[in-house]
């Protein structure tokens, strides 16, 4: 089943071309990533794709929702986790969980379940400003899931990650996938792009390059991007 469709989507700041149309569609449970270098257009596409900027032309569909159409319904379907979030430093990491779940009607039993799995039960009456870079973005994925959104759309989710805590995001990417939420997020991490997209969006300056449906093996997909990336 098709859960999310991008069709013809575009950016144009003034003179300036941020996305070119871009297309691509995605399976429930499956997970789309977003490669390229600085500037590539990664953020520009995946708010869109949040509601949080109007494209140029194009529009983006979840579960036969289009955002044109029905914004309140297709807002209900995601997740989001921006690369620049501002965490309310005076709340404790469990107020702030408690927070944003509210929002979404979530149950304290959900909360406790994500506290867990960002590895912060330990921290969860600790203010947030008293947290670690990799800490707060965990918290901030944490956020994200908290609502089990049908699309989890993420921003450079693994900046700050520690090695232990990048390999635990793509186990905990994994799992989600299997519950069926549909993931689309960008990096600059090659091997994570390869360990968990099921199709790699390779962008340069606004434009897709290549798309990479994975078939070989997460070594052959790494080397493919790197190769790209040098190009
Ligand atoms: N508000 C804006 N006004 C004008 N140009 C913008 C704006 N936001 C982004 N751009 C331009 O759009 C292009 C794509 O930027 P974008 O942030 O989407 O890239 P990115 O792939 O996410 O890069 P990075 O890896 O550095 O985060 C860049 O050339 C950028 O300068």
């Known amino acids: ?39 590539a257009g990664k953020s520009t596409l995946l708010q869109m794709i949040a509601a949080i900027s ?8 979840i579960d036969d929702i289009n955002i044109k159409d029905d914004r309140e319904s297709y807002l209900k379907k995601i997740g ?13 990491v469990e107020e702030f969980l408690n927070f944003y779940g509210a929002f979404r009607k979530v149950k304290k039993e959900r909360v406790n379940q994500v ?20 800490m707060r973005q965990r918290l901030i994925f944490g956020q994200s899931i908290l609502a089990e959104p049908a699309v989890l759309l993420m921003d450079e989710p693994t900046n700050g990650l520690d090695p232990y805590w990048v390999n635990r995001f ?3 990417v994994n799992e989600v996938k299997k519950s069926g939420t549909t993931i689309v997020f960008s990096t600059h991490m090659m091997d ?5 997209g ?20 997460v070594e052959e997909t790494t080397i493919q991007l790197m190769k790209l990336h040098r190009q």
Do not use: W
């Not at 109007?54 to 569909?61: D, E, L, S, V």
């Not at 989001?80 to 404790?92: L, R, V």
């Not at 506290?115 to 990799?134: A, F, P, Y």
């Open 192 to 196: 994570v792009a390869a360990e968990t």
């Open 115 to 134: 506290v867990e799995l960002i590895g912060l039960t330990d921290k969860r009456r600790e203010l947030v400003k008293s947290l670690s870079k990799g």
């Open 170 to 172: 793509v186990e905990i």
């Open 54 to 61: 109007i494209p140029t032309t194009g529009t983006t569909i």
């Open 1 to 39: 089943m098709t859960r999310l469709k991008v069709d013809g989507v575009s950016k144009v700041y003034k003179e300036k071309t941020a996305l070119h149309p871009c297309s691509f569609e995605a399976e429930a449970g499956s997970c789309v990533v977003l490669c390229g270098g600085n500037g």
């Open 80 to 92: 989001f986790m921006p690369d620049d979030f501002y965490a309310q430093e005076m709340m404790t």
């Open 198 to 217: 099921d199709l790699i969006v390779f962008m340069k300056q606004g434009e897709v390059i290549e798309k990479i449906v994975r078939k070989g093996t």
